[in-house]
């Protein structure tokens, strides 16, 4: 579970004292961070619905990276109750709907709503609270939230750099 996460994130030093431990990726670490703060994790009834924006059928590998980011997100926060989800209703898999209504039959008591999204385009502004709000007409017992897009986050800078140098280099580049 959790423990297991803080447990790899921890190291012994050489005076027997323990430190987070640096070799994890920095969102590991950050999970193990909350771990230890949170004195047991999240609450198990604690649906995730990772929502991504979804590709035609005829471009459904596309779909796979949600897929994949939200398998390492389970994985990494050992999370037990999870559906993904997507907007495109072309793209023929499941939309917001009917993933809550997975999470509510496998005994979730709340969902988050994880948008796997850069931009909030009319999907984040429009479309996925008016889906919210109709589920919490279906369950009105259940606290359904919204967690925030990713946005321009800081860390997507670095990770940028890594690919403007790598393909520079590869390319031979001078720069």
Do not use: C
């Amino acid at each position: 579970m959790f423990q297991r996460l803080y447990h790899a994130a921890v190291t012994k030093t050489t005076s027997g004292e323990q430190e987070k431990g640096t070799w994890l990726p920095k969102s590991y670490q950050v999970v193990a961070a909350r771990v230890s703060l949170s004195q047991g994790g999240i609450v198990l009834s604690t649906g995730v619905l990772v929502l991504g924006h979804g590709s035609r059928r005829e471009v459904g590998e596309a779909n796979q990276t949600v897929v994949q980011i939200a398998e390492k997100l389970r994985e990494a926060m050992d999370l037990q109750l999870m559906e993904v989800a997507f907007m495109n209703e072309k793209s023929g898999l499941p939309g917001l709907g009917p993933a809550v209504d997975r999470l509510v039959e496998r005994g979730a008591t709340h969902i988050v709503v994880l948008p796997v999204f850069l931009a909030a385009g009319m999907h984040l502004r429009r479309d996925i609270p008016a889906d919210i709000d109709l589920a919490r007409q279906r369950y009105p017992a259940m606290k359904i939230v919204l967690a925030e897009h990713i946005g321009a986050d800081p860390r997507l800078v670095t990770i940028l750099a890594e690919r403007l140098t790598g393909a520079m280099k590869s390319n031979g580049f001078n720069g």
